[in-house]
């Protein structure tokens, strides 16, 4: 795919009823936005909330029961909105409109970056097998480390598995820069570089 730009999501999509998602009365309106993001991965997950009474305030609530149904189906409110959309590794919801996803794992930590989760928090994250599916490659962010190209340049960048001119920086102390395109998918920088 030299020369094509691949993004982790689709900037096309199709309504939620060409999908076949028809939300049902007591998943429509304000302030219910979590219950379709549910009832697009699953009819039976939004079912579970609503018997539960589970509002679209109550955050680890709606994760847990989501994670708890499947561990490949995730939901994320969007930056410092109450809008809620979901993603499992086929496609991106939001509301009306369904998305193809094309890279499962760059995708979920883009929203994760937009809904305030700290990416390197991940594995210690309270939500039952979520860690697994998390991107393999990661960066000592709070310790001076940086990574070039960044981590939001990554997220839209066509071949994960072929990085030209990736460098890790420590402020004030120095740079790993590699020669040859490197292959981001598996790599945990955390663990194999320290400045």
């Not at 429509?28 to 979590?34: A, D, E, F």
């Not at 594995?123 to 310790?143: T, V």
Request: charged residues 25%.
């Amino acid at each position: 795919m030299r020369g094509v730009r691949v993004r982790a999501i689709s900037a096309d999509g199709i309504s939620a009823r060409d999908h076949g998602i028809e939300y049902p009365p007591e998943t429509t309106g304000v302030s219910k936005c979590h219950l379709r993001a549910m009832f697009a991965l699953d009819p039976m997950i939004a079912d579970m909330a609503i018997k539960q009474n589970i509002k679209y305030k109550d955050v680890d609530e709606i994760k847990k029961i989501v994670h708890s149904h499947n561990k490949d189906f995730d939901v994320y409110r969007v930056g410092n909105t109450d809008h809620w959309v979901s993603i499992c590794p086929s496609a991106f919801y939001c509301d009306s409109k369904v998305f193809l996803v094309n890279n499962y794992a760059v995708a979920r930590m883009f929203l994760a970056v937009q809904e305030g989760d700290d990416p390197l928090q991940w594995s210690a994250c309270a939500y039952p097998d979520s860690s697994a599916l998390m991107p393999k490659f990661s960066w000592k962010r709070d310790e001076g480390y940086s990574v070039n190209p960044t981590a939001s340049e990554l997220v839209d960048h066509e071949d994960l598995s072929n990085v030209s001119g990736f460098k890790v920086i420590r402020g004030n102390v120095g740079q790993i820069e590699w020669i040859n395109p490197v292959d981001l998918r598996e790599a945990d920088i955390t663990k194999i570089v320290t400045i």
